[in-house]
């Protein structure tokens, strides 16, 4: 599977940085202006371990003229999701991203 480079999942979804991600502090957190929440369950549940979004508060804000900027370190969840995935997890996905094809492009 490749990566089609279109963005539009950087625009539709919120990315959840897992623990060894959100500590490692090398992604920028909605909430980083208030400084680090040390307890990664309390984090998650404040939602304190989501990727920054632009001011749109829509996309993210690695996303860059329709790339990562940051593809080589993305988050697991971004680097385990492909447009033309047959895994069911991502199903709802691709359809909201379908979707969103067909409506703007």
Known sequence: MECLQCGICCKLFV???????????????????????QDFEEAELIGANLLAQKEDGKTCIYLENKKCSIHHRRPKCCQAF?????????QSMIK???LYKQNHI
């Open 82 to 90: 492909f447009c033309d995935s047959d895994q069911e997890w991502s």
């Open 15 to 37: 990315i959840n940085l897992n623990k060894e991600e959100y500590n490692s502090k090398q992604y920028k957190t909605i909430f980083e202006d208030f400084g680090h929440v």
């Open 96 to 98: 909201k991203i379908n």
